[in-house]
């Protein structure tokens, strides 16, 4: 059943070793963060060092797996229709806007949005590592100087993982301008067995 996250929110869940996590981008443009925790020691989490170490890429796709700050593989990336992720950037949080926006006021963002509905699962806002960035289209040139572009994935474009362990996750709809191209759309999930 696809489970629909509205627009600048984030939702938590269980994933049980071997089901497979769909992630889809109902309209197109939308970036989603996700973060990952094994579900018996939420102290392993997602570790974006570790897996652009172990897969020797920064571009994180199909064939890939999503590796853990104890060194073990968390999820393995079973299809990505859009082919371009990120996993550089942190997630955007109420400083993003006040630093990068020059926005002083409250701005939803995907730290909280973490860190909200973590809350149930005992991980605090400080556990919150740097979000695997799907759909999300971070550039890069020669001298190293980033820039975020619009998203190239269209309506309906996916990625599957599959659960290495269970694991407890959570996703967004991403709340930063920048990364959507201007404007914010929901992102919808589904878990297969």
């Given at each position: ?5 509205a ?18 981008d ?58 371009r ?24 963002s ?5 860190y909200t ?16 960035n799907?759909f ?19 309506a ?21 301008e ?16």
């Amino acid at each position: 059943m696809i489970q629909k996250i509205a627009k600048q929110t984030g939702a938590a869940f269980k994933l049980k070793k071997g089901q497979v996590l769909k992630v889809i981008d109902p309209e197109g443009e939308q970036v989603s963060d996700m973060v990952v925790f094994n579900a018996a020691d939420a102290r392993e989490k997602i570790s974006s060092g570790k897996t652009l170490d172990f897969e020797e890429n920064i571009l994180i796709t199909k064939g890939n797996f999503l590796w853990s700050n104890r060194s073990r593989k968390m999820m393995e990336i079973l299809e990505d229709t859009n082919g371009r992720n990120d996993f550089l950037l942190a997630p955007c949080s109420p400083e993003t806007f006040q630093i990068m926006y020059n926005n002083p006021d409250y701005h939803p963002s995907c730290f909280e949005n973490f860190y909200t509905n973590l809350k149930p699962f005992g991980i605090e806002p400080d556990d919150v590592p740097t979000a695997f960035n799907i759909f999300m289209n971070v550039q890069f040139s020669a001298d190293g100087k980033l820039s975020v572009d619009p998203p190239l994935s269209k309506a309906g474009d996916y990625m599957l993982f599959k659960a290495e362990m269970d694991l407890i996750v959570a996703l967004t709809a991403c709340s930063a301008e920048d990364s959507n191209n201007g404007s914010f759309k929901p992102i919808h999930f589904e878990v297969l067995d």
